[in-house]
């Protein structure tokens, strides 16, 4: 028998934001959360919509020492009739097992999930921005619980959802952006949690993203951790490069996140009969080609930004200059037919939409 979703609402309904165009991203969080818990031997159990608040955990709690946790991201959208549907949710509930099953968290069922997602943003509907651009992101996480120092995975979990109303990604235009090859600091190698979408990943990144800012640029893109040559990631992105007419992304090896936007480029790509393939791809190919005149387009695809064009790519003393910094036909095509597609005013042919 399938788990009932508990619902408790709140008394204090906190006042939603009057500009939804200033809301900027991660700031503003909604009312309610979902919260299920998971103890060994009995599984995941009373799945809940609560009031938004915090938690108390015991100083010894495993995921403050170990870091045994994962997290999902993804987004709600206001139709142009009102309504309201969610991109490929599926698809990330899928994520979160392999994700899970990297860091030893306890598998959950991918449709209940779908559909406390679903429930949580039924109960906070009127959160869901209408304003062009604006979104509510929903980010489910897991951590573990154990009060223990010791070494092992937790024998208790908390798999928690929350809201948040986010402003539009590109408030002034979808504008390339400054990027250099890091070759100083790796992400993650094979065999390490590089496809797994794990808290330790993004905070061993803080220190090149930090570097790179001071230094003027958005963000790094990553080489391989091994031979330091191969591309990876840039940011906290997938990437594509254009060559001519052959649309290329880093293969899945292993220390790569798998995208969901990543997977829907390639699909959308082929689906329009271009030439799109994931192999590995060395950075000094990369500036080869440049210098060739073959190198006319760089984008990252994830789901915050959706596609977010390179103008400058920098690594060491090479300087390359994408589409003369202007965002190229290809991105501005897969951006507008994504997001279309997202905000309900395309048609959905693939059948990633699910309405709330």
Known sequence: ?????????????KAKPADASKLGFGQVFTDHMFVMDYVDGIGWTDPRIVPYGPFSLDPATSVLHYGQAIFEGLKAYRTPDG?????????????????????????????????????????????????????????????????????????????????????PYYPKGLDPVAIYVEQDYVRAVRGGTGAAKTPGNYASSLKSQTEAYKQGFVQVLWLDGIERRYVEEVGAMNVFFLFGDELVTPALEGSILPGITRASVLELARGWGMKAVERRLAIDE???????????????????????????????????????????????????????????????????IEKV
């Not at 979703?5 to 309904?13: G, H």
């Not at 509930?93 to 679903?118: G, H, L, W, Y």
């Not at 604006?134 to 619980?145: D, E, K, M, V």
């Open 83 to 167: 309504g309201v549907q969610l991109f490929r949710p599926h698809a990330n509930m899928a994520r979160i097992q392999t994700s899970n099953d990297r860091m030893v968290i306890p598998r959950i069922d991918e449709n209940f999930c779908v559909e406390a997602i679903k429930a949580l943003v039924d109960v906070e509907r009127d959160w869901v921005p209408s304003a062009p651009g604006t979104s509510l992101y929903i980010r489910p996480f897991i951590f573990s619980t154990d009060a223990f120092l010791g070494v092992r995975a937790s024998k208790t979990y908390r798999f928690v959802v929350i809201l948040s109303p986010s402003g």
């Open 1 to 13: 028998m399938a788990m009932q979703i508990r619902i408790e609402r709140t008394t204090a309904p």
């Open 286 to 352: 990369v500036a080869e080609r440049y210098d060739r005149g073959e190198l006319t387009e760089v984008f990252g695809a994830g789901t915050a930004a959706v596609i977010s064009p390179v103008g400058t790519l920098v690594w060491g003393e090479k300087r390359m200059t994408i589409h003369e910094n202007r965002i190229g036909p290809v991105s501005q095509r897969l951006y507008d037919t994504l997001t279309g597609i997202q905000y309900g005013t395309r048609p959905d042919p693939y059948g990633w």
